[in-house]
């Protein structure tokens, strides 16, 4: 339901015209979309944390194991990872939220703390960030892991 606001103008001697609002609610004054519910998509930091794990393994990969056939191989790899990756990133940027009574933007606080609506209903933003985050990760500290133990061994 909204509040309809009646607005007048006044002009006092010596002072610019102001808007004097009847009836507004005082957070819809200070707040610029008042009437908007908030947002429930993800934070782009949190598809932006499995792409850096992404690109740690690349580069711990490329550090480790470059020089002579084998730098075709990862070229190869890394050229249909970024296919892949750019993909999935596009898709997400073009796909945006939409939805004309919801707000577009939050920070990264109002994400862990708010909601994050899925396929199958709605979730807490940390929760949502564990999911998104913690395999990539996991996979990162692991590839890098298994990469220090087939250089010390000489592989």
């Known amino acids: 339901m909204a509040t309809i606001a009646l607005r007048t103008t006044t002009t006092f001697p010596a002072e610019t015209p ?7 609610p005082e957070y ?9 519910l908030p947002a429930t998509r993800v934070h782009p930091i949190a598809i932006a944390i499995p792409l850096l794990a992404y690109a740690w393994l690349g580069v711990a990969a490329w550090l480790a194991f470059a020089g002579g056939e084998t730098s075709l191989i990862l070229a190869v790899i ?12 596009g898709g997400a940027v073009m796909g945006r939220n939409m939805t004309p009574e919801r707000q577009q933007d939050r920070s990264v606080r109002e994400f862990l703390d708010g909601e994050v609506e899925i ?12 999911q998104i985050a913690m395999m990539p990760v ?18």
Do not use: N
């Open 28 to 36: 819809a004054k200070t707040d610029p979309t008042p009437y908007l």
């Open 138 to 155: 996991a996979l990162a500290i692991g590839g890098t892991a298994i990469i220090l133990c087939a250089v010390w061994a000489g592989i």
């Open 18 to 24: 102001r808007i004097a609002s009847v009836g507004t």
């Open 78 to 89: 890394f050229v249909l990872s970024v296919m892949y990756f750019g993909l999935l990133v």
């Open 119 to 130: 396929a199958t209903g709605r979730i807490t933003g940390r929760e949502a960030m564990m």
